[in-house]
């Protein structure tokens, strides 16, 4: 069962995944409040106004009847309004939809997070998924967040960093440090995203999820580690152990 973005986020955020935080809205109305609201608890005056739908590829997606991307950068509150309109209620086409796209019904208004400060925000591709010919977990990740992994695969395969987990004994602190460190971090940031590999971890395993795929995971310029997009993919022979999860199906 696939779960839309904002289900992700606050399903991750109660395993102390640390998230782009974020208000589901239906009605440009309702986005305006989501964003006033936004601002209080953050600060942020620039938002993310995000497409809800069960494929990826929004950002550089269309919605046909009115040409806005999936994903929009709204940098006052008046800008909200307008552009919630011509994404709700459209269809998104997406390199992962078809043709037919999308219909989008709801948007996720985001904080931004890519601020300017201390350092550059810089993008990263996180995932856990089972290896089925090993037979346990893999944690990938790679410097090319924002990316496809197929085409990073395809093209820079080096720059794809595997790190399999022992079923016997779980995730080890000296594999989540090898892992953050071979994506360059080091300092504050590198002990954040040790966290975050960690907390993420937890949540896989007690979703019994069959994938999660953080993409990107942002260094922001303050040097916190945050979720900005989360597909979770959670299995369906599981989800009778998980009541609660079953709820978010749409
Ligand atoms: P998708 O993968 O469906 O395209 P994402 O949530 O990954 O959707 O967003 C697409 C891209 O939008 C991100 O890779 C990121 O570069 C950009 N983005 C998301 N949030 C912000 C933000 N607050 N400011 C600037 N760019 C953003
Ligand atoms: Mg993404």
Redesign the pocket.
Known sequence: MNIH?YQAKELLKGYGVKI?EGIVAETAADATNAAKKLNEMTGTS?F?L?AQIHA?????GQVQETGSN??V?AKSLDEVGPKSDAILGGTLVTHQTGPEGKKVNKILV?Q???YPGDSEPK?YYLSILLDRAKGCNVIMASTEG?MDIETVAEETPEKIIKEWIDPAVGLQGFQARKVAFQLGLEGQALKEMVKFIFSLYKAYENTDASQFEI??VLKTSDNQILA??AKVNLDDNGLFRHKDLLALRD
Request: avoid cysteine; charge should be negative; charged fraction near 30%.
């Open positions: 973005e782009q620039w993310v995000k990826g590829g929004r950002g550089k999936g994903v950068l985001a931004d997070v890519y993008e924002g993409n990107p900005v997009d």
